[in-house]
Nanobody
Framework: QVQLVESGGGLVQAGGSLRLSCAAS????????MGWFRQAPGKEREFVAA???????YYADSVKGRFTISRDNAKNTVYLQMSSLQPEDTAVYYCAAPGRTLQLVTTPGGMHSWGKGTLVTVSS
């Protein structure tokens, strides 16, 4: 199981930007697909973005064109660059990994390892 620690959340005005980071432990990081999810108050956890071991990226329609996921395998870190933030982006953002290498998962139930989350608040 990989250990994940998110950072970079905070308060930002609408239209602003933030970059989230997720530091991962474990030697298999470069072979893992990684995902970002978010959960707003009173709502279910939802998929935001994912990046495969080879760098292919996938996004929820709600963030496409505004968010960018990337990874640095030398640093065992995955990033989520968020731009043009809107109040509806307010949520706790979680980094997650599946239980096996070379496996792409984009549903919360399919993820095996989770960070504790970082809060992003977008004010109007």
């Amino acid at each position: 199981q990989v250990q994940l620690v998110e950072s970079g959340g905070g308060l930002v005005q609408a239209g602003g930007s933030l970059r989230l980071s997720c530091a991962a432990s474990g030697r298999a990081f470069s072979s893992l697909a990684m995902g970002w999810f978010r959960q707003a108050p009173g709502k279910e956890r939802e998929f935001v973005a994912a990046i495969t071991w080879s760098g292919n990226t996938y996004y929820a329609d709600s963030v496409k064109g505004r968010f960018t996921i990337s990874r640095d395998n030398a640093k065992n870190t995955v990033y989520l660059q968020m731009s043009s933030l809107q109040p509806e982006d307010t949520a706790v953002y979680y980094c997650a990994a599946p239980g096996r290498t070379l496996q792409l998962v984009t549903t919360p139930g399919g993820m095996h390892s989770w960070g504790k989350g970082t809060l992003v608040t977008v004010s109007s």
